[in-house]
């Protein structure tokens, strides 16, 4: 699992809390171990959930999260979620900004065409 992926799942959560039934439809190539070592419970990783079900790893591991599981964030989660969201604000407002600087160097192109234009103009009127 990449560090993408982890910042994607981060960002699922809503508030605190995020159904296994959201993260399966919008995940589906993130497997139950993967959820599990974010978890905690098959590395020494940083938790960055825990689940709502007490199911033993070696349950879950052989049958699966259920549906109606439900992950809850640790304090390293929300940290993380946190950061993510910050990154991604400053990445949509970088964004933002590029996009509104490609536009004012067109209008300045423009500014400057319409000036040749002018003093073209005028140099024949004159």
Known sequence: MTQNDVKKLILLFDGNKLPYSKLH???PCISDDDVLSLMGRLSSNTRLFTVSSNAATDDIRRHGFKPGDVFTLTEEGEELLHIVQKDK???DLAEQSLSE???ATLYAQLAVLLSVVS???SVLMG
């Open 25 to 27: 439809q919008t995940m």
């Open 89 to 91: 604000h400053l990445t």
């Open 101 to 103: 600087a490609k536009k």
């Open 119 to 121: 003093i073209a103009i």
